[in-house]
């Protein structure tokens, strides 16, 4: 199930069932999006992307939908592994020349063996 | 692929001093890095744009005095926390852009302040 800690979110999932993991990004204007996994003490780790004229998109195991008339993102995974137990973060990129990209709170994945 | 090495990995210093934190490009060249800082439990927040050969762009809150930015070739950027404190004790990361939009990060640095 899926609970709120301290600060970050917890999805507790058994290994072998599919994850999905939500994110309400920010700003209206945001085109592009980024889906990143990190895991402890190391830096983000690339998943998936998807621009905004895009709704779905899909990779090995992964899919992300993006609605933007609720500003909403999710990321799917599918037949979760113990090694996809880790934090993950979405992220925007604003349509403008400063290339930031900003980050969401984050959920936490645990996955039950 | 595109490779963003940071160093160190980890550091421990005394109230007060500074440490300087270095983010390299390995196979490519970056004319912008950026620099976050995540508490535990907690997302990355962005700090500061780097920009190579002009003055980096801070983020609302940031102190630019207290957290020195330099950018001086396409492959280098580092960041100096000066006079640091133990609420500066964080995990400091670092990311480029070796292609369009996509970013690379490096493996982050963890500042404890003693």
Excluded at chain 1, 59 to 83: D, E
Excluded at chain 2, 21 to 47: G, H, N, V
Aim: glycine share 8%; proline share 4%; charged share 20%.
């Amino acid at each position: 199930g899926e609970s709120v800690g301290l600060h970050l979110p917890t999805l507790s999932v058994q290994e072998g069932d599919n994850s999905i993991i939500n994110c309400a990004y920010s700003n209206s204007a945001s085109d592009y999006f980024i889906w990143y996994k990190q895991e402890s003490g190391k830096g983000p780790q690339f998943i998936i992307d998807i621009r905004s004229n895009m709704d779905k998109r899909q990779g090995q195991r992964v899919t992300v939908l993006l609605n933007k008339t609720v500003k909403h993102l999710s990321l799917q995974i599918a037949a979760t592994q113990p090694g996809d137990s880790a934090v993950y973060f979405c992220a925007e990129n604003l349509r403008d020349s400063s290339y930031k990209l900003i980050f969401g709170s984050g959920t936490r994945l645990l996955v039950r063996p | 692929g595109a490779v963003v090495s940071q160093h160190p990995s980890w550091v421990i210093c005394k109230s007060g001093t500074s440490v300087k934190i270095e983010c390299r490009s390995l196979d490519f060249q970056a004319t912008t890095m950026f620099w976050y800082r995540q508490f535990p439990k907690q997302s990355l927040m962005l700090m500061a744009t780097s920009n190579e050969g002009s003055k980096a762009t801070y983020e609302q809150g940031v102190e630019k005095d207290k957290f020195l930015i330099n950018h001086a070739s396409l492959t280098l950027s580092t960041l100096t926390v000066t006079s640091a404190h133990p609420e500066d004790s964080s995990f400091y990361i670092c990311s480029a852009m070796p292609q369009g939009p996509r970013y690379t990060f490096g493996s982050g640095t963890r500042l404890t302040v003693v």
